[in-house]
C-alpha cells in the first residue's frame, strides 16, 4: 500500500493552527509568531512534509537566487583557487540578470541534500548547482523528487536527466602524460583528490589506460582530501618509497606548490632530477620558484558557463549541457628531460 503523502491540512491539526497558518510559517511569511513558525516547521520535519512542485510551480514567486553547497572543510576549500575563480565566474553572470547566488559550505553530503530541500521548500532558490559529483549521487534524484532545477558542474554521464557543464579530464590528461612521456618520463606518479568522486575516478582511470598505451611503468595513484597538507604527506610517501617517480601529477595547484617544497626540503633537484606537473593554473603556480607547469584552463568562464545554464533552466523550463574547452598544458620550469640517475631511492617503503 503506498503511503500517504503528508499534507499542510496535517501540520495544521498536529499544530493546533489553521491552515493558512501553516502557509504563512512555512513560507517565511509575516502572520505568525516567532515560536509558531518554528513549532510548524518542527513538525514539518517530523512527518516528512515536502512541498508539492507542480502546485508550487503555479504559485510561488522567484526567489531571484541560485544555490550552491559545498560539502568540504571550510580550511581546504579557503585554500584551493578552484572554487573561487569558479564563484567569480558564476557571479560574473548572475549580477549582469540581477540575481544573487547563495552560498553554504557544509560538513557533508547528508548536510547538502537537507540543506536544498529546505532550500526550495522556503522559496529561498529557483535552482541550484550541484558539484563534486559521486556514484549513483543521490542529490540528482532529489532534485527530480523536488521538482528543483538544478546543473551539474561535472560529466554528463552521472547527471542523469539534468543539463552538464563539464571538460574533457581525459583528454587534458593525455597531453600531460604524452609530454612527460616524450621528455623521457617512465615513472609518474599521480596525486589525486578524494577518491569517492566521480572526477577523481575517471582521471584515475585515464591515468592508468594513457600509461599502459604509452609503455610506462604502472603508476602510483594517491588519493588526498586536496589541502596542501595532504598533498606534502603523499609526496613525502612517494619520495622516499621504493619506487620513488620522476614525474607527479596533481589534481589541483595547492598541492603542486606544497609538492615542490617537499622536494626542496629533501634535497631534490626540480626540474633536475622531479618534473611537477599542476592541475589548474592560478597565480600560485607562476609566484613559486621554479613556476610550474600547469594544466590552464578559464575556470571563471567555467562557471558562467553553468550560471547561464541554469538561468535557462529555470527560465524555459529547459537548458542543454555545455561542453567546455579541455585544459590545456602550459610547460613552464617544473617539467624537463627525466635524468637517469645510478643513486639509490631514498628508502624502501612504498607509498
Not at 501553516?22 to 512534509?49: C, F, Q
Not at 510551480?57 to 579557503?78: C, E, H, K
Request: proline content about 7%; aromatic content about 4%; overall charge negative.
Amino acid at each position: 500500500m503506498t503511503k500517504r503523502r503528508p499534507t499542510i491540512a496535517d501540520i495544521a491539526r498536529r499544530a493546533g493552527v489553521s491552515k493558512g497558518a501553516v502557509s504563512y510559517a512555512l513560507n517565511d511569511r509575516p502572520g505568525v509568531s516567532p515560536v509558531t513558525r518554528a513549532e510548524i516547521k518542527k513538525i514539518a520535519h517530523e512527518i516528512g512534509w515536502r512541498p508539492n512542485s507542480a502546485a508550487r510551480a503555479l504559485t510561488r514567486a522567484r526567489a531571484d537566487a541560485v544555490g550552491l553547497v559545498l560539502p568540504r572543510p571550510a580550511q581546504v576549500l579557503g585554500s584551493e583557487p578552484f572554487f573561487m575563480e569558479l564563484i567569480s565566474g558564476m557571479e560574473d553572470e548572475l549580477a549582469a540578470r540581477d540575481k544573487a547566488l547563495t552560498l553554504q559550505v557544509v560538513a557533508d553530503p547528508a548536510q547538502e541534500i537537507e540543506i536544498y530541500s529546505r532550500w526550495w521548500g522556503e522559496g529561498r532558490v529557483d535552482g541550484v548547482f550541484l558539484t563534486d559529483l559521486r556514484a549513483h549521487d543521490p542529490r540528482i534524484e532529489l532534485t527530480k523528487e523536488l521538482g528543483l532545477p538544478a546543473v551539474v558542474v561535472g560529466h554528463p554521464s552521472g547527471a542523469g536527466d539534468l543539463p552538464a557543464v563539464w571538460s574533457d579530464d581525459a583528454a587534458a590528461l593525455g597531453e600531460t602524460l604524452r609530454y612527460l612521456s616524450a621528455l623521457g618520463h617512465r615513472a609518474i606518479a599521480r596525486v589525486a583528490g578524494l577518491p569517492e568522486l566521480d572526477h577523481t575516478g575517471r582521471r584515475d582511470r585515464a591515468h592508468l589506460r594513457i600509461c599502459a598505451e604509452l609503455g610506462l611503468e604502472e603508476p602510483l595513484l594517491v588519493h588526498t582530501d586536496y589541502s596542501g597538507e595532504a598533498g606534502s604527506q603523499a609526496v613525502r610517501r612517494l619520495l622516499i618509497g621504493s619506487r620513488r617517480p620522476t614525474a607527479i601529477v596533481f589534481d589541483n595547484d595547492i598541492m603542486a606548490v606544497a609538492g615542490l617544497s617537499v622536494a626542496h626540503e629533501l634535497g631534490l633537484d626540480v626540474p633536475g632530477e622531479l618534473s611537477l606537473v599542476a592541475w589548474d593554473d592560478s597565480q600560485l603556480t607562476q609566484v613559486v620558484r621554479p613556476a610550474l607547469t600547469a594544466l590552464n584552463r578559464d575556470i571563471p568562464a567555467y562557471g558562467t558557463h553553468a550560471a547561464r545554464t541554469l538561468l535557462t533552466l529555470i527560465e524555459e523550463g529547459w537548458a542543454e549541457g555545455v561542453e567546455d574547452t579541455p585544459a590545456r598544458l602550459i610547460p613552464r620550469g617544473s617539467t624537463a628531460r627525466a635524468r637517469v640517475s645510478s643513486a639509490p631511492p631514498f628508502g624502501t617503503d612504498g607509498p
